[in-house]
């Protein structure tokens, strides 16, 4: 039964979407889906796949579900009452509805009962349909530990009887905020794993663009426009980033070829569209500095530019480290550095931070400092292709002061 | 990933229930067993007797040792065990929390060891 499960990688999660919505649980629905497939297996080698299998799951769901809380009503009486209200329901509605059901979803699993870290946790593994072993090997805890966090955030998604829909307009920016966030944070955790790097992380940043597609067909709204393009143009240069042994290779020193020409295109298309409503926000500014990234030539005064605005729109340390190692590339490494410096407070246990320094140091000749710059950063970094990057530059330093 | 689900209660508790209570427990149970085998997620699930029919074993220097009662004395007994196949972790989680003896007894969920998994 190859073929069902081939149906169940693509169409699981969508199923799962309507059957939170249909029977108003997450686990009643996570049984009904089970129940369904398991149907499936039996019935269809002899009845023949049918024509639209998503429905068929579906229905059969909700019956399965219905019979379910039926049998149980025996011992509770609560639940013959609720099989009797879910039979009542007309039909579950034709099909076009499905990725609203996604989207309702995502809108269920970041909702403010539930708790930032556990939002992350439950959009993967609800909406995007990976196990728990997995989310806890991609953020390097322990599966009971991410247990726990989702059976709490359906406890209180039960608890607080949380609506299971899209927000009314009045609410829809502060909760999409919400969305974005956990969506972008499913993508930078892909992107830039901070220990460590595998296929299920690299799978993280394909999930986070496939969900900012989701969501920007459903909710075309400038700032999920903006998210796109901002992840797509950073993920287009993911072959070129980094080495055979996962080290990371400068922007200067990229393989241009390996850049992907259709993500860069996409991710144009999407800030395009976001920059027609006349306004542009963090993501945007961000996706406009990674859109000139990817250009032959890079502007570094129009990066620099960028930057002055990202400042002011959302400030942050990391912007200005990153503002600092633009104007040393428009001004020199001195002005980088004088910037640098300014920052040493904030970012002291950052590494890049330490290695952007080392970095301007080896520029200005000043061997000695920039060895310590590394050796710190080197002391204050877990992830391994990091390491060997700064093991490398720091090697490299004796035979640069040659 | 299959999961054994170990079912722990206080057997002086356990003995102590009205003979009513207990039917419906053991009524239940058979129900959940049935439920369970329906979805495709039991493999296998089992009550065990009480601990003073227990014996345990040990082979220390090629002798064999074997005493009467359980290995150690816990305040929960061990009195019973479901081995399941669940997509992950919450789902044998989803599973444990309706067994019927969670409502009595505390259920440990433990993940089986993959073999051609850890060694892939």
Known sequence: ??????????????????????????????????????????????????????????????????????????????????????????????????????????????????????????????????????????????????????????????????????PPLDELPSRLAAVLRVVYLVFTEGYAPASGADVVRAGLADEAIRLGRVLSTLLPEPEVFELLALMLLQDSRRSARTSADGSPILLADQDRSLWDRSRIAEGAEALARAAASGRIGPYGLQAAIAAEHVKDRTDWPRIVALYDRLTEADPSPVVALNRAVAVAMRDGPAAGLELVDALSGELSTYHLAHAARADLLRQLGRIAEAREAYERALALTQHEPDRRFLERRLSSLSTDSA | MKYVCLIYGVEEQLNAMPQDDLDRLIEETAASDEELRASGHLILGEALEHVHAAMTVRVRDGKLSATTGPFAETVEQLGGFVLIEARDLNEAVRIAGRLPSARVGSVEVRPVIDLAREHS
């Not at chain 1, 889906?33 to 299998?53: E, H, K």
Request: glycine share 4%; aromatic share 6%.
């Open chain 1, 1 to 166: 039964m190859t073929d069902l499960d081939e149906l169940y990688r693509t169409e699981s999660r969508r199923v799962l979407a309507t059957l939170v919505r249909l029977l108003g649980d997450f686990d009643l629905a996570e049984e009904a889906l089970q129940d369904a497939f398991v149907a499936a297996a039996s019935q269809w080698p002899r009845s023949g796949v049918p024509a639209n299998p998503r429905a068929w799951l579906v229905s059969a769901g909700r019956f399965k579900a219905i019979d379910r809380l039926r049998r149980r009503a025996r011992f509770d009486a609560v639940l013959g009452d609720l099989a009797a209200l879910l039979s009542e329901h007309p039909e579950p509605p034709p099909d076009d509805s499905v990725e609203d059901d996604r989207l309702r979803l995502v809108f269920t699993c970041c909702h403010p009962v539930v708790p930032p870290d556990a939002q992350v946790a439950m959009t993967l593994r609800e909406v995007c349909g990976l196990t728990t072993e997995e989310i806890a090997h991609a953020y390097l805890t322990t599966p009971p530990t991410v247990a726990q966090r989702i059976v709490r955030a359906k406890a209180r998604i039960r608890a607080e009887r949380v609506p299971y829909q899209v």
